[in-house]
């Protein structure tokens, strides 16, 4: 396997070797021929035929679920919008803008992703850098500044930030309505008694800035790589290392992601689902893209997450809030931690602070 590959692999476990391994091995082990192709297109199956009994009544007043579709050790794979709602934490929406104006925007980005950078990150004391390249857009020159100065990603700031371009501010009310649109059903249709979920802001999610990802296919091969989205329900630990596996001996779900479509992280996302970005093989190379991907995140930084109304570790640096997922003691409960430790060349100080929220999810931090 390609250098490449291993660490796609090695991201999508979170840097756990044994994980990654035995992954790589079930897949070899799936497919044994040495050209492992899998078209990026797989014919259209809609799981609603026979999948879920509940009904919409009985969901709306209770949000367990149906029980897992995907077992343990395999990928189930997802095209239907209804069945990505009913069985992972997302909604998708395909065909999302009018074709020209998708056109437009993903070819400008393709232009703008000509000077992207890949990013350098520590993986077990490794400096190893992103597989893909990046950048970061916000609305003003103000607000370049704010996240040069003020913010800390990965335990660093970053130097790359530009100002939004003209397609991405085109796209953002459409985003921004569909997104709004698309939280208001999920509380309406799966949350407990069709009411927003404690610490879930009740404000209408208004994207200021937009992350830009561009991954490059292989140069010299005709196929280029498509990307898939895959999620994968946490399962925790209990106090003796044992999972408990009982409720949701669950494989990971794959969402296909083709070219303009839009997909909505609802709030359960952060604490009960882990999610990745796969390569997978295709046939067809986009006929404006070619072997390149785009994709673009939408995002809402809020001002009560402002560093200012944030702790900062004994480094000096804002600290990073976590949510324990691993062990059932606290799962769920979101921390503040030192970042320092992933910049290369620096070490962590411990930092550790529960974090206090209030009902509508803002941040309580008593600086003294
Ligand atoms: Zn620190």
């Known amino acids: 396997m390609s250098q490449g590959s291993l660490l796609e692999a090695l991201l999508a476990h979170e840097g756990s070797v044994e994980a990654a391994s035995t992954s790589i091995l079930e897949d070899l082990l799936r497919s044994p021929s040495k050209k492992r192709i899998k078209p990026s297109v797989g014919h259209q199956t809609s799981l609603r035929l026979f999948a879920s009994k509940t009904s919409t009544e009985e969901r709306s007043v209770s949000p367990k679920r149906a029980r897992p579709l995907s077992k343990k050790g395999t990928t189930l794979h997802l095209y239907d919008p209804e069945d990505v709602a009913e069985n992972t934490p997302c909604s998708i929406i395909h065909n999302f803008l009018p074709p020209e104006e998708a056109n437009d925007l993903l070819k400008e980005m393709l232009d703008e992703s000509n000077s992207f950078e890949k990013v350098s990150f520590k993986l077990f ?175 809402d930084y809020k001002q009560n997450f402002h560093p200012r109304n944030t702790p900062k570790c004994r480094c000096g640096i804002p600290a990073v809030l976590r949510v324990v997922q691993r062990k059932t003691e606290n799962l769920g409960k979101y921390f503040w931690m030192c970042h320092g430790g992933n910049v290369p060349g620096k070490e962590h100080c411990s930092f550790f602070h529960w974090a206090e929220f209030d009902d509508d999810g803002n941040p309580i931090w008593n600086k003294t």
């Open 125 to 299: 004391d490794n400096v190893v850098q992103s597989p893909h390249t990046s950048s970061f857009y916000v609305a003003s020159e103000a607000e370049i500044n704010t996240q040069k100065e003020d913010y800390f990603y990965n335990g660093a700031r970053i130097s790359d930030v530009r100002r939004i371009t003209p397609q991405l501010l085109r796209a953002r009310p459409r985003v921004q309505e569909a997104v709004n649109k698309e939280i208001q059903n999920r509380i309406k249709t799966r949350y407990p008694r069709g009411q927003k979920l404690k610490h879930q802001s009740p404000n209408p999610w208004s994207p200021n800035c937009a992350f830009v990802n561009c991954y490059n296919g292989p140069q010299e091969s005709a196929q280029c790589v498509a990307r898939e989205f895959r999620v994968r329900r946490i399962i925790p630990k209990d106090s003796d290392n044992n999972r408990l596996d009982d409720m949701d001996a669950q494989g990971q779900i794959s969402i296909h992601l083709p070219h303009n479509s839009l997909l909505v992280m609802h709030a359960e996302m952060q604490e009960q689902w882990k999610h990745s970005i796969a390569p997978v093989q295709a046939i067809d190379p986009h006929p404006i893209a070619g072997s390149r991907r785009i994709n673009i995140t939408y995002r």
